[in-house]
């Protein structure tokens, strides 16, 4: 049961947020490692060629995630927002099980990135909206552990159906967990959200007069420590996954799906408590220990992936995977929240974090997929471990507790 009370009607039942962050995290697992996989291992791409078309839907996705935060600060029409964005993300899936060619799959997957920049955002939002100052970090930390459930169990539905069909079959699921993710959306009644809070603005207090201007994104230090910091971390994760998963099916072929979903379950398994312990301790041990905690197992686990090919070992190194993003996910919005406190630009900053977020990971995949192509596996972990060092030292340095401005 949720022990945090919504602050604004209790007509709201936790249960639709449950529900909503569960639906989505299958909504997005339509793409990622299972794409990458299936262009791999039945459409016999390059590695170059899959991180071009990583790279190409993340630099667009790029371009439009500070907008499109600053949208979700703007508009009263949160919820339909969301469910605009589920429809178009469904019909990107469709496109890339119908046309599994190189143009449609580039554009199609560039698609989804784009849209997809609207639901982290914008579910924090609606948290925010509905749930006290002294409660966020729970139900954030809670936000969290339901979206690792719905990872682990869109990756067992995938393993099952992809293993008895094909990788290609994967595609289809995502439209369907969509309309589950709408329907509990639309569950949460307008009139339960504070929309001023939603943005972080003082409660009751006029929006000309107390919202900030966009050069706030500048001139908070932390802020821009942090999305430094966010840049440097995804820079060096977001190709691990994806590179372990090729790796894999290069080993197993007819198991492809069903390793990297393995891979996918290890992970979120660990993250799901990870999140909830998270989200219990963020404000009696601060932020900054948790963080680096989660900074520091990044460089272990990329070294560790180099030492044997071994299915085996590399799924159970995967389960460090599963503190590092575990930490990441369930903190980033509660200390965007700590550092944009009272400015009203909540989601405009969630949106140039989430760009920082995009141009580490877009660039990471390519980088990856051409030191692969040229030097190996061995050398594309190394690289990004090495990448990962330097995230924790610039972390460890420069990064702020943000705790401590809540009481202010």
């Known amino acids: 049961m949720d022990k945090s009370a919504p602050a604004q009607s209790r007509r709201f039942n ?3 947020l449950d529900a909503l962050n569960f639906f989505l995290a299958d909504v997005r697992t339509g793409f990622g490692p299972y794409l990458n996989v299936f262009l791999v291992t039945e459409r016999h791409w390059s590695q170059s060629d899959v991180g071009l078309v990583t790279t190409i839907g993340g630099l667009l996705s790029i371009l439009v995630q500070t907008p499109v935060g ?8 949160k919820r339909a927002l969301i469910v605009g964005a589920l429809v178009l993300m469904a019909l990107g899936s469709l496109a890339v099980f119908l046309w599994p060619q190189f143009r449609p799959v580039m ?29 966020l970090a729970r139900r954030l930390g809670r936000n969290s552990a339901f979206d690792h459930a719905g990872n682990i169990a869109f990756a067992l539905v995938a393993a099952v159906i992809c293993y008895y069909f094909s990788q290609r079959a994967v ?19 307008a009139d339960a959200i504070d929309f001023e809070r939603a943005r972080d603005a003082e409660v009751g207090a006029g929006e000309a007069s107390h919202v900030a201007g966009y050069s706030i994104l500048i001139q908070s230090r932390p802020l821009v420590v942090f999305g430094f910091c966010a840049l440097l971390f995804h820079l060096a994760n977001a190709a691990l996954l994806p590179l372990v998963g090729q790796e894999l099916a290069l080993q197993h072929p007819r198991e492809a799906t069903a390793m990297v979903s393995t891979c996918i379950i290890a992970a979120q398994g660990v993250m799901l408590p990870i999140a909830l312990l998270v989200g219990r301790k ?3 041990w601060g932020r900054k220990p948790l963080f680096l905690a989660g ?5 272990l686990r990329a070294v560790l992936y180099t030492l044997s090919d071994n299915s085996v070992w590399l799924i159970g190194v995967q389960l460090l995977d599963g503190v590092g993003a575990g930490i990441f996910g369930a903190l980033t919005p509660l ?3 700590d550092i944009m406190r009272g400015t009203g630009r909540y989601n405009l900053a969630q949106g140039a974090i989430a760009t920082m977020q995009g141009i580490g990971a877009a660039l990471s995949g390519l980088a990856a997929g051409v030191i692969v192509d040229h030097l190996g ?19 460890l340095i420069a990064m702020p507790e943000t705790a401590a401005r809540r009481g202010q």
């Open 70 to 77: 600053a949208m979700i600060d703007a508009t009263r029409a």
């Open 107 to 135: 554009i199609a997957n560039a698609f989804v990135m784009t849209v997809g920049d609207v639901f982290l955002p914008a579910v924090a939002a609606l948290t925010l909206g509905l749930y006290r100052r002294q409660d």
């Open 282 to 284: 963020a404000d009696s």
């Open 335 to 337: 200390v965007i929240a």
């Open 14 to 16: 936790p249960a639709s």
């Open 295 to 299: 900074f520091a197992v990044l460089p």
């Open 377 to 395: 596996y061995r050398w594309g972990f190394l690289t990004l471990g090495a990448l990962a060092g330097i995230a924790f030292a610039v972390f």
């Open 171 to 189: 595609f289809v699921l995502a439209p369907v967990f969509a309309a589950w993710a709408a329907a509990s959306v639309l569950a949460i009644p």
